[in-house]
């Protein structure tokens, strides 16, 4: 069973002006999502800026989201870092914050084998409870879950899925076609994201969604539905948006967007900077072509 089907949203970390995390528009932001058809809230990961955040600050951001959320969508726990230790105890703050499931990136920086991938995420499955998404970003990392590797890993109980973001869409059909339908693929690109499902995925995690959750979610179900023609015109719609949500790297893109929508989230921790003079004019264009400002 999926820990969801559709799109799971990527959520930002909001700051204040003085670099803290700034729970009112945090509430704010998850509140857009509920009403919006979110189908899951994917806390602490690459666009909540994981990477600058304390293990404290991570903790206690899962934590908000559970409270918040309340069981209306399950929400996934950030727990990836470049050491196997330090991955399982943000899996362990995961699941003690009360977290449904784990993403989990590969180790970035130190890298590993494919013999390594196998050995470091058994070693953190033993460690907690929580279903695990294994995110594959190899733009971020420097390393690829091989097709083959990843089946090993699929035979690890608490192991249940991928988040697949090497935009090689025959790596995604070989991984389908080795793990099948018991283990879940999400399309980790948003232009990818109907390309993905017919090849099995189940859905997306998205940083797409945190401006427009209704319509990855309604891709989502139109494709489950049949109704290709629909899934293909909320594809072809969001492409233009999509360019602009990555002009620059994620998540400076979003959180301008955002903030154009007058949700208040601030600017990115350092070393992400504000967003490039050059790129202003094309992504508000983007936004106000999708109706969001």
């Given at each position: 069973?999926?820990?969801?089907?559709?799109?799971?949203?990527?959520?930002?970390?909001?700051?204040?002006?003085?670099?803290?995390?700034?729970?009112?528009?945090?509430?704010?932001?998850?509140?857009?999502?509920?009403?919006?058809?979110?189908?899951?809230?994917i806390a602490c990961g690459t666009t909540?800026?994981?990477?600058?955040?304390?293990?404290?600050?991570?903790?206690?951001?899962?934590?908000?989201?559970?409270e918040t959320v309340a069981g209306r969508v399950p929400v996934i726990g950030g727990g990836g870092s470049n050491s196997t230790a330090s991955t399982i105890r943000l899996c362990q703050d995961a699941q003690n914050a009360g977290a449904d499931g784990i993403l989990a990136v590969t180790p970035y920086y130190n890298k590993t084998t494919q013999k390594g991938l196998v050995e470091h995420y058994t070693a953190v499955a033993k460690e907690?409870?929580?279903?695990?998404?294994?995110?594959?970003?190899?733009?971020?990392?420097?390393?690829?879950?091989?097709?083959?590797?990843?089946?090993?890993?699929?035979?690890?109980?608490?192991?249940?899925?991928?988040?697949?973001?090497?935009?090689?869409?025959?790596?995604?059909?070989?991984?389908?076609?080795?793990?099948?339908?018991?283990?879940?693929?999400?399309?980790?690109?948003?232009?990818?994201?109907?390309?993905?499902?017919?090849?099995?995925?189940?859905?997306?995690?998205?940083v797409m969604g945190n401006v427009a959750p209704k319509d990855l979610h309604d891709l989502c179900v139109s494709f489950r539905n049949g109704d290709l023609a629909m899934a293909q015109e909320l594809q072809f719609k969001a492409l233009p948006l999509i360019d602009a949500l990555f002009a620059e790297l994620n998540p400076i893109p979003v959180k301008y967007i955002l903030n154009l929508m007058g949700f208040n989230v601030g600017i990115c921790r350092p070393p992400l900077t504000t967003l490039e003079d050059e790129h202003v004019g094309l992504i508000t264009k983007a936004a106000k072509n999708y109706g969001l400002i």
């Open positions: 069973m999926a820990l969801f089907q559709g799109v799971g949203t990527a959520i930002v970390t909001p700051f204040n002006e003085k670099g803290e995390v700034c729970y009112n528009t945090f509430e704010k932001l998850i509140e857009f999502q509920i009403v919006n058809d979110v189908d899951a809230i909540g800026e994981s990477a600058t955040l304390s293990y404290e600050e991570r903790a206690d951001v899962i934590k908000f989201t559970v907690v409870d929580l279903p695990i998404i294994v995110y594959n970003v190899p733009v971020r990392t420097g390393l690829n879950i091989e097709p083959e590797t990843l089946l090993k890993l699929s035979k690890v109980d608490n192991i249940v899925g991928i988040k697949e973001s090497a935009g090689n869409l025959v790596q995604t059909a070989k991984m389908a076609a080795l793990c099948g339908a018991d283990f879940d693929i999400y399309a980790g690109n948003c232009n990818e994201v109907l390309a993905s499902l017919s090849l099995g995925a189940v859905g997306c995690i998205s």
